[in-house]
């Protein structure tokens, strides 16, 4: 596998993890580091770091039901053992409130920045997400 295709195969295992709800591969992609930082399209808006940041993947995949993603364009640029990916990303579900029983679909069309670092495998060192309004 190339590194392009290893790369791709990560930042896909992060967003498989909503579909499969297999969060424990969450901890396999990222790097595991204090270098390790994190903006997220949803609040809190602050930089997370690797801890926070795996919590609250796992309570976003785990609140989604009916979930799938789509990415489009991705531009991987590397750079030795580091990677920096560029994406728009549209994500769809259900958001489920499990004590009042309802849901709610969504939809967030959004842009995505992820730096990984090759340490011996690919891992995510880096990742911003924003959505586009409209």
Known sequence: MTDNEEIIKVI???????????????????????????FSDLPPYDLKDYQT??????LR????SDYSYEIKNPKISLFGE???????????GMLVDNKAFTGEHMVITGRATFVLVKQPTWKIAHIHLSKIDG
């Open 61 to 64: 995949f785990v609140s989604i």
């Open 53 to 58: 940041t795996i919590e609250l993947e796992e």
């Open 12 to 38: 896909e295992t992060l967003f498989q993890a909503g579909i499969t709800k297999d969060l424990d591969t969450l901890r396999d992609i990222h790097l595991n580091d204090s270098k390790f930082s994190s």
């Open 82 to 92: 580091t990677a920096v990916v560029a994406l728009e990303l549209i994500q769809k």
